[in-house]
């Protein structure tokens, strides 16, 4: 185990930039939160926002070339879009309550994003440019957790419309709208296969929460995990046979990995602090 960052401040997010040579974060090592970078071995810290800011939650194209972000620099949280070195900043969302982390086209084109106007929390997206911005979704309930599948077609959500949180899809300029999962749990965070062909997603129900896969039209929902305690964040493996998560069965939070059908369970890590959130390296 190697400690990358040596600070006072609070250090969060990592995001590794899909060449696997840097990891974004944001920390408060200056006295308020703003987005760094890093080599892979912890070298080069450089700041990128400014020091009167307060920037968050770093997701990088895949590209590598840019970097979107949460800032509460105007009085609010607005999506701003940077370049990798921190120049050419572009501010996406404009003075509107509860935007959220923005998720890259897998062609770098385009960001899908959460943000609450005209009083609903709904799904929206843009260029990357901050142009052609457009709703996707409107409904009363709450829509979140979009994720765009890896052609860039479709993109599969969470919503609150029928009573609980189900999970539905819609074509990536918002028709099409499909409802994927029908049960009493709450189902949230939808996670695309790397061929597209499966969503994994969590469910919530009995005090309990535990991670499931299905067909990309909703057909065979296969729970995966059986355990007190809640398992969440399923992360497929580039190569689709697995998927690692985090999971709090043995009293903490810890990294366990699994055949993508349940099987071979295998714990990760072993720690008495929580170990949350995996997040698989992409294929060079």
């Not at 949460?70 to 309550?97: C, E, F, K, W």
């Not at 419309?161 to 899809?169: A, C, L």
Request: glycine share 10%; proline share 6%.
């Amino acid at each position: 185990i190697t400690r990358l960052t040596n600070s006072f401040g609070a250090d969060g997010d990592p995001a590794w930039s899909p060449d696997g040579d840097r990891i974004a974060f944001y920390s408060d090592r200056e006295g308020n939160r703003g987005i760094y970078v890093m080599n892979a071995d912890g070298a080069a810290v450089t700041r990128l926002t400014g020091t009167g800011d307060t920037d968050t939650s770093p997701v990088w194209s895949p590209d590598a070339d840019r970097i979107a972000f949460v800032s509460g620099r105007q009085d609010g949280h607005d999506i701003y879009v940077m370049n990798a070195d921190g120049s050419g900043l572009i501010r996406l969302t404009l003075d509107v309550p509860g935007a959220a982390v923005p998720v890259w086209s897998p062609d770098g084109r385009r960001l899908v994003f959460v943000t609450q106007r005209a009083g609903n929390i709904d799904i929206y997206i843009a260029n990357a440019d901050a142009s052609g911005q457009a709703r996707l979704t409107s409904d009363p309930a709450v829509d979140k957790f979009p994720a765009w599948s890896p052609d860039g077609s479709r993109i599969a959500f969470a919503s609150e419309r029928d009573g609980n949180s189900e999970i539905y899809v819609i074509n990536a300029d918002g028709s099409g709208l499909t409802r994927l999962t029908e049960s009493a749990a709450s189902d949230v965070r939808p996670v695309w296969s790397p061929d597209g062909t499966f969503i994994a997603f969590e469910s919530y129900g009995d005090g309990n929460g535990d991670i499931y896969v299905m067909s990309a039209d909703g057909s065979g929902p296969n729970r995966l995990t059986v355990a007190d305690g809640v398992n969440s964040s399923p992360s497929w493996s580039p190569d689709g046979t697995r998927i690692a998560f985090q999971s709090s069965r043995d009293g903490d939070v810890d990294i366990y990995l699994m055949d993508a059908n349940g099987s071979n369970l295998i714990r990760l890590t072993d720690d008495s602090a929580a170990d949350k959130h995996p997040v698989w390296s992409p294929l060079p």
